[in-house]
């Protein structure tokens, strides 16, 4: 059985590559998934059937996917795992940008679920078949730290620590524009988008209480460098909220970042990623107890637009 995706392109996402632009659509599924399915004459722009993923898109283009629906598992998979610790319940890693989670709708390989069924092997079964050991997760564009429950008593004690707000996280994030308060919490409830079901937005449907608070580490005059600490879980919150702020994300496009970036009177291309990685997260050891912290670096693709933002500046 197979379903066709649809959708139209917008003036900002013009000039866009088809598989990042598909990939922006479709969260749910690895980039590597959608070249395949452009490669085998699955994807068409109009009447077009199109075989190039690196082939630009343009504002109105209607775009197509059909994908065939299979019965998923999740399937161990040799793929590079960046290890931060384990021990004999847990584990922390440090999830590159690009990487689903789990397995599920249109992604069945390629997760991080199939990395750590090859690495690890044995992992909590509380999550279900499609996601042993996953207690959280981090959208497919993020990059950072994670941590996944080895047993189903572990798996049990970490959740309960979510639920209850008992875990800290703070990620890095770079949102357009010039923030102006050193310090602020954003209180928006989040919800479903009820037009663009991919997407969530302040109230929405099923909307539920959300808080995010910020500090500013740097500033540009068109950009500033934040740390962002979710106290509530919904999904896209952070991204929803500084959206909804006038201060979307930079590579952000689903929540309106602009595809191409002015700097120094110079336009350039914007990330292939969002500009938000997980930091740091702190929780108390399902076994032992005490309060553990680890911290995950920032990715050098990151590390790198921000040097030439600094070479921009001194320019």
Do not use: C
């Not at 900002?12 to 070249?35: C, F, H, K, N, T």
């Not at 740091?280 to 990715?299: K, N, Q, S, W, Y």
Request: hydrophobic share 40%; charged share 25%.
């Amino acid at each position: 059985m197979a379903e066709t995706r649809e959708f139209t392109v917008s003036v900002d996402e013009s000039g866009m590559r088809l598989d990042v632009y598909l990939a922006r659509q479709m969260p749910d599924w690895s980039r590597s998934q959608i070249q395949r399915h452009i490669r085998s004459g699955l994807v068409t722009v109009g009447p077009r059937t199109v075989y190039k993923a690196g082939e630009p898109v343009a504002g109105g283009q209607r775009i197509a996917i059909r994908a065939a629906r299979h019965e998923l598992r999740a399937e161990p998979e040799q793929l590079p795992l960046d290890l931060l610790y384990e021990d004999d319940d847990l584990l922390v890693v440090n999830k590159p940008a690009g990487m689903v989670v789990h397995v599920g709708a249109g992604v069945k390989s390629g997760t991080l679920v199939n990395a750590l069924l090859y690495h690890i092997g044995t992992l909590s079964r509380v999550g279900g078949e499609l996601r042993p050991g996953i207690v959280h997760r981090l959208d497919r564009m993020t990059s950072g730290v994670l941590v996944v429950a080895k047993n189903d008593a572990a798996h049990r004690h970490l959740a309960g620590q979510f639920k209850g707000r008992q875990v800290r996280k703070t990620y890095i994030a770079l949102v357009h524009g010039r923030v102006e308060n050193d310090s602020g919490e954003i209180t928006r409830s989040v919800g479903r988008d009820t037009r663009r079901r991919i997407r969530m937005r302040p109230g929405g449907a099923g909307a539920r209480e959300a808080a995010t608070r910020y500090r500013v580490i740097r500033r540009w005059p068109r950009f500033t460098l934040l740390e962002a600490e979710p106290l509530t879980g919904r999904t896209h919150q952070i991204r929803v909220h500084f959206s909804s702020i006038g201060h979307p994300i930079v590579g952000d496009t689903l929540y309106g970042a602009p595809s191409r970036l002015h700097v120094q009177g110079r336009e350039v291309r914007t990330l292939p990623r969002n500009f938000l990685h997980a930091a740091t997260i702190e929780f108390r050891h399902p076994r032992r107890g005490d309060r553990v912290r680890f911290e995950a670096p920032l990715p050098a693709e990151l590390v790198e637009f921000l040097a030439g933002l600094e070479a921009a500046e001194a320019g």
